[in-house]
């Protein structure tokens, strides 16, 4: 089954769910991550730092952990939000780690409303560069 409707009501809920399970007593700053699958499930993540500062993991980390243990698939609409529940855009990092488990037609909630994968990194580097040197 593939999802073409995206409940950006119902992500921006399950995002601000996953926020409150963050565990962030260094920077103070909660993250949630959600996101729709291309078959339909929401699969969502938090930030979860260490004493370690540099070893902390972002909300879409767990998110994409989340995705592997419930199934996998790809990722058909993002929303990411920061304490106060507003939009927050994914970091480079992140980017790149959502670009991997993209849906052809993956859409993310942005500050500046909803913009495809290729708009929010373009010029990507993933598998298919991989495949072109094999
Ligand atoms: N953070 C995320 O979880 N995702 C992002 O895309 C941006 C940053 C977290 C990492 C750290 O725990 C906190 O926000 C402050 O940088």
Same mark, same amino acid.
């Given at each position: 089954?593939?999802?073409? *409707?995206?409940?950006?009501? !119902?992500? *921006?809920? !399950?995002?601000? !769910? ?30 979860? *730092? ?85």
């Amino acid at each position: 089954m593939t999802i073409t *409707e995206v409940d950006w009501q !119902a992500l *921006e809920a !399950a995002a601000v !769910a996953a926020m409150n399970n963050a565990y962030a007593p260094y920077s103070k700053f909660q993250v949630g991550a959600a996101a729709l699958t291309a078959d339909g499930r929401i699969v969502s993540g938090c930030n979860v *730092e260490n004493a370690s500062y540099g070893l902390s993991l972002c909300a879409e980390c767990s998110l994409v952990g989340n995705l592997h243990m419930t199934g996998g698939g790809l990722l058909r609409a993002f929303y990411c939000v920061d304490g106060g529940g507003q939009v927050l855009m994914p970091c480079g990092r992140c980017r790149q780690l959502l670009y991997e488990f993209r849906a052809p037609d993956m859409e993310l909630m942005t500050t500046q409303g909803i913009k495809t994968m290729d708009q929010v990194l373009p010029d990507a580097f993933g598998p298919q560069h991989l495949e072109e040197t094999r």
